[in-house]
């Protein structure tokens, strides 16, 4: 389990993510407690036939405690308070389920396909799997935070109907997110990011936690959100009462297990 960072390095880090619209690689979990919950996610939440969203792959905190737990983990709710305050809410999670020979994804910025008001999100990207070059590892551009690319039509072969204006993307300067399971990176909603395809014959699987302050409003009736849907706190307090608030998951977090057992 990682540490929370010492005061000068917090600053550190916040003024870097004000610069750089990202943070990370860090780490939340080590590689052989990744594996507990990959399996757990591989027998039990891919595999599940009955969840809150649409999709199998988004929103799974809703339903399942490990992911919410792995979703509200101390080292990423520590990062996001030191950012944009304590009072934090998780209003989304997604999977990045991609198999060997899974598409690309085009350059984008993620705040133009959301209804959120303001838009305001921090990201993280969680490996699950070991990620590289090779299984497609996220990429994004330091610093495109501070520009908003419109958007134009995708082109054949990626998995999105949309994609960032070539022109407004940099490539020279994109970062390749490797990461080892367990390990995580932080974004904001205007960060430029994308993956190539899949070349390698090796799956690739993240979560992608979406966290806001109860100040703003979750549209939850407009796409890609959806009947029933609700937001949690995770830390602080709602001062605003805008979005409609349920509690986690049942089951002991692991946090409280360690407690129990030691
Ligand atoms: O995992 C990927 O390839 C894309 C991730 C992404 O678009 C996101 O987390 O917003």
């Given at each position: 389990m990682?540490?929370?960072?010492?005061?000068?390095?917090?600053?550190?880090?916040?003024?870097?993510?004000?610069q750089?619209?990202?943070?990370?690689?860090l780490?939340?979990?080590?590689?052989s407690?990744?594996?507990?919950?990959?399996?757990?996610?591989d027998?039990?939440?891919?595999?599940?036939?009955?969840?809150?969203?649409?999709?199998?792959?988004?929103?799974?905190?809703?339903d399942?405690?490990?992911?919410y737990?792995?979703?509200?983990?101390?080292?990423?709710?520590?990062?996001?308070?030191?950012?944009?305050?304590?009072?934090?809410?998780?209003?989304?999670?997604?999977?990045?389920?991609?198999?060997?020979g899974?598409?690309?994804?085009?350059?984008?910025?993620?705040?133009?396909?959301?209804?959120?008001?303001?838009?305001?999100?921090?990201?993280?990207?969680?490996?699950?799997?070991?990620?590289?070059?090779?299984?497609?590892?996220?990429?994004?551009?330091?610093?495109?935070?501070?520009?908003?690319?419109?958007?134009?039509?995708?082109?054949?072969?990626?998995?999105?109907?949309?994609?960032?204006?070539?022109?407004?993307?940099?490539?020279?300067?994109?970062?390749?997110?490797?990461?080892?399971?367990?390990?995580?990176?932080?974004?904001?909603?205007?960060?430029?990011?994308?993956?190539?395809?899949?070349?390698?014959?090796?799956?690739?699987?993240?979560?992608?936690?979406?966290?806001?302050?109860?100040?703003?409003?979750?549209?939850?009736?407009?796409?890609?959100?959806?009947?029933?849907?609700?937001c949690i706190m995770?830390?602080?307090?709602?001062?605003?009462?805008?979005?409609?608030?349920?509690?986690?998951?049942?089951?002991?977090s692991?946090?409280?297990?360690?407690?129990?057992?030691?």
């Open positions: 990682s540490t929370p960072p010492a005061n000068s390095l917090i600053h550190e880090e916040a003024e870097h993510f004000r750089q619209g990202y943070l990370g690689p780490q939340l979990c080590s590689e407690e990744m594996a507990a919950i990959r399996a757990h996610i027998e039990h939440v891919l595999t599940s036939k009955e969840h809150p969203a649409p999709s199998r792959l988004h929103c799974r905190h809703l399942d405690r490990v992911i737990d792995l979703c509200a983990h101390p080292a990423i709710l520590s990062r996001m308070a030191n950012l944009i305050g304590p009072d934090l809410m998780i209003w989304s999670s997604n999977f990045w389920l991609k198999e060997a899974g598409l690309e994804i085009p350059w984008h910025q993620d705040a133009g396909y959301w209804n959120l008001e303001p838009p305001l999100n921090l990201s993280a990207w969680i490996a699950i799997d070991e990620v590289t070059a090779e299984n497609s590892c996220v990429q994004i551009i330091p610093g495109s935070h501070r520009t908003v690319a419109p958007s134009v039509p995708s082109h054949e072969g990626t998995s999105f109907a949309k994609k960032a204006d070539p022109e407004f993307v940099d490539t020279s300067k994109a970062v390749k997110m490797e990461l080892r399971p367990g390990e995580f990176f932080l974004f904001n909603e205007r960060m430029l990011h994308y993956s190539s395809a899949n070349h390698s014959n090796r799956r690739r699987l993240g979560v992608a936690p979406r966290i806001t302050a109860p100040f703003v409003k979750v549209y939850n009736d407009r796409s890609p959100l959806f009947a029933g849907h609700s995770v830390s602080g307090e709602d001062r605003f009462g805008l979005n409609r608030l349920s509690h986690p998951p049942p089951g002991a692991r946090s409280q297990e360690n407690k129990t057992t030691s």
